[in-house]
């Protein structure tokens, strides 16, 4: 087992499955018993589907080496290296400032490494704040879904110091798949990275929407229609997976409508603060904003293709079942 101690701060949907890949994997985790109901009562998965499953695997990590954490400043104070996964900035910033929080708290010399699709800014500001006691910080936003966490083949893109990334290198490449896990650049680089690969998914998927909607009011069966598109010139994530494997088999995308409008609300702040010409950010974050108006920003965002189906007059969802 790795001497190296990790804390682990959010086991939700995707935290939860990193957390436990990495024990499985030989590290020694510290876990956040303190929110210990709420943790394993909440965000299932097929990893751990309920919370009956999920209280196993809660059980085994402590069973076999895992350590508890009375409270955060425990989980920081023992910690050797502290991940944090959290659905925005918001959220890290509480972890990180104040009496409890990681830069007061976690060791000299400990390594914060933040999963979270955050805002570069903040995450900036936190590793200055950190760098001041003694602490490192990287930004290592992840890509794969829950698929991705369980199997531990993540895309990782990271920000921050190069020497600082090849510490925490294997730890990266054991929740990712070592080929997707990429240095991007200094703080916020990766937290850049990932927004900008969210709003260019979220873009194809609509594109592909309206495409297949298209194909089906002409007579063409929207699968055969996605799958010629695979395998040609207009090609994309949304049709190779989004739509044959989450929306035509009802099994949707994983991740809520806010959380996707937050990334593509944090591209086009970037477009604009670097006088970037985007034409297609406004457009895009409207057709998730009408979810949010319309009281769904906390569904699944493939809420955004029914939205088009109520429009057109089109099926797509789940027609594989039908």
Known sequence: MSDIKIGFIGLGTMGFAM????????????????????D???????????????????????????????????LFAKADVIMISMPTSRQVEMNAYGEEGFVENARQGAIVIDLTSADASSTQKIARACEEKGIEMIDAPISGGQEGATKQTLSVMVGGKPEIFEKVRPILET????????????????????CIN??????????????????????IDPRLAAAMIASSGGTSHAVTYKFPKCIFSGVGMKMPVDLMKKDIALFNGLAKDNNVPNFYGSTTFNLFHIQTGSGRGGEDFSRVIRQYEEWTGTKFWDIDNE
Not at 49 to 66: F, I, Q, V
Not at 175 to 194: L, N, Q, R, S, T
């Open 19 to 38: 957390c436990y890949g990495l024990f499985k994997s030989g590290y020694s985790m510290v876990l956040p018993v303190y929110r210990r109901e709420i």
């Open 40 to 74: 394993q009562s909440t965000s299932f998965i097929p990893l751990a589907p309920d919370e009956k499953a999920k209280t196993a695997l809660y059980d085994e990590m402590l069973a076999n080496g895992c350590e508890g954490a009375a409270d955060a400043r425990d």
């Open 175 to 194: 929740i990712g798949d070592p080929e997707k896990v990429k240095y991007i650049g200094p703080h916020g680089a990766g937290d850049a990275m990932k």
């Open 198 to 219: 969210n709003y260019l998914s979220s873009c194809n998927f609509l594109a592909a929407a309206e495409a297949l909607c298209v194909a089906e009011k002409v007579g």
